[in-house]
């Protein structure tokens, strides 16, 4: 079964950038549609951005439009989460997730992903 594991996340002042990535292992990103997703405190999990298999398609949330880059790179199996100007609100636990069935496109839907890592904290003090 394939097991997602994020890094990258930390303790940025606004204003600032991090870079999350999140590695596979026991199975492969290629010919998945691949996401990011944030859950606040209190908050419900929310969906961040997502990359379809061959990386032509993207999409993302309004609040990071702009401000975050989703990217793949198939060969590492690895998906990235470059973050510019962060924001106190961006704080959250970021979570990587791969979709369920193969050559699908991007989907903002949780439940259309089937395997998740464990998250990476993301801290943006004012």
């Known amino acids: 079964q394939v097991q997602l594991v994020e890094s990258g996340g930390g303790l940025v002042q606004a204003g600032g950038s991090l870079r999350l990535s999140c590695a596979a292992s026991g199975g492969t990103f290629s010919g998945y549609t691949l996401g990011w997703f944030r859950q606040a405190p209190g908050k419900e999990r929310e969906f961040v951005a997502t990359?379809?298999?061959?990386?032509?398609?993207?999409a993302y949330a309004d609040s990071v439009k702009g401000r975050f880059t989703i990217s793949r790179d198939n060969a590492k199996n690895t998906v990235y989460l470059q973050m510019n100007s962060l924001k106190p609100e961006d704080t959250a636990v970021y979570y990587c997730?791969?979709?369920?069935?193969?050559?699908?496109?991007?989907?903002?839907?949780?439940?259309?992903?089937?395997?998740w890592g464990q998250g990476t904290q993301v801290t943006v003090s004012s």
């Open positions: 990359i379809n298999p061959s990386a032509a398609s993207t």
């Open positions: 997730a791969r979709r369920a069935l193969a050559w699908r496109g991007t989907t903002t839907t949780p439940g259309e992903y089937a395997d």
